[in-house]
Each structure stands twice: as structure tokens, then as C-alpha cells.
């Protein structure tokens, strides 16, 4: 697929997934949804187009998030999408897009997002943030966890949960498109 586009129609690729990022992180906040799928965008641009697009997705998702709601707060969170894209992006420019390599990136960026996104939730939040999870912080804390464990432990559950999901969402959306539209990471890597 990334051969045979043009910059432009790559471009509105790109701008495509950033609103669907944009809509969903919206609409599964709005309806308090135990997963985000807000990422759904950064990934399906980082399998077909590699790590370069998938941080620009990640990271202008984040971006004009925060300009549309008004609240800068948010803005940290954009190391977690750029993370996410740099690191789908080099997985599929490696391996094959598989079930099997969909589920282990899914747990792979599970892991990475809360290691990355805790800290700055405590920072910003006080380790709240907003979400079904905080019941969850908010029990552990009271148990006499840290603060840390007590954000990370329901983080790294829900994100396992909600990246596995949005990888195999792109793979299963990959594998339903068009022959000459499916990214090259479908096709057998050559061994050296």
C-alpha cells in the first residue's frame, strides 16, 4: 500500500486516523467505556505507513485534543500515543501482521502505555483520571498502597485490555481491505 499512495492521499490518511483517535477517545470517555480504543487511529497508521507517520498520528492526536477541549492537561499524555507509534511502527516494518503478532504488540503496548502514562497521571491528575479504574486506584490506595501501584496495577489491566483490542481491530480491518491496499507488512519478510 505505502508504494503505490502518493504523499498527499498518505497525508489524508494520516489526518483521517488523528479524527478517529480524536472521536473515540470522546466518545469512550462521554459513555465512561472501560477501554479508550483512542489510539485505534495511531495504529492502523503505524502498521500500514511505519513509526515516522505513527508518531505524527500519535502525537497531532494529543495535540489537538487538548486545543479542541481547552485543557492543556491532557497534552503529556501525547509521550504514551508517540510511544505507541514509534514502537507498532518498528514491530510491523520487522514481522508480519499476523493474529498472533497483533495479540503479542497488544500486550507489548499494553505494558508500554501505563509505564509511561502513570507517572504523568499521577503528576497531572494526583493518579486519577476519570475513568471506571479510578474505583479500583482509589481501593488500592486505601489498602496502604503507593500511589504508583495503586494507579499503575488498574492502568496496566485496562490498557492490556484496550491495546490488544485496538491492534486486533487494524489487523482484522487490514485483513478485510482490498488486495492492492493492504500494507506491505502482510506479505512474507525475506530472511537474512
Known amino acids: 500500500m505505502n508504494k503505490q499512495l ?4 498518505i497525508l489524508l490518511f ?7 483517535n480524536i472521536v473515540l477517545g470522546i466518545v469512550m470517555a462521554a459513555i465512561k467505556f472501560p477501554v479508550y480504543l483512542d489510539t485505534i487511529g495511531t495504529i492502523f497508521t503505524a502498521v500500514c ?6 508518531v505524527c ?3 497531532l492526536t494529543n495535540f489537538l485534543t487538548a486545543i479542541i477541549s481547552g485543557s492543556l492537561g491532557g497534552m503529556p499524555f501525547m509521550l504514551v500515543n508517540i510511544a505507541i507509534g514509534l514502537v507498532v511502527g518498528l514491530i510491523f516494518r520487522k514481522f508480519r501482521l499476523t493474529l498472533a503478532s497483533a495479540i503479542i504488540t497488544g ?3 499494553g505494558i508500554i502505555a501505563p509505564v509511561i502514562g502513570t507517572p504523568i497521571g499521577i503528576v ?7 475513568t471506571v479504574s479510578d474505583i ?17 496495577i488498574p492502568k496496566l489491566f485496562n490498557n492490556l485490555l484496550d ?11 487490514i485483513k478485510a481491505l482490498p488486495a492492492y491496499m493492504k500494507p506491505t507488512c502482510l506479505k512474507a519478510k525475506a530472511r537474512k
Open 107 to 109: 500486550i507489548i503496548i
Open 57 to 59: 498520528v500519535g502525537a
Open 163 to 173: 491495546k490488544t483490542l485496538s491492534v486486533l481491530i487494524v489487523f482484522f480491518l
Open 136 to 152: 479500583a486506584v482509589a481501593v488500592l490506595k486505601q489498602s496502604g498502597m503507593g500511589i504508583f501501584a495503586a494507579s499503575f
Open 6 to 9: 502518493s504523499k498527499t492521499t
Open 49 to 54: 505507513f511505519g513509526p515516522v507517520y505513527g
Open 124 to 130: 497531572v491528575y494526583g493518579g486519577l483520571t476519570g
Open 14 to 20: 494520516c489526518a483521517l486516523c488523528i479524527a478517529l
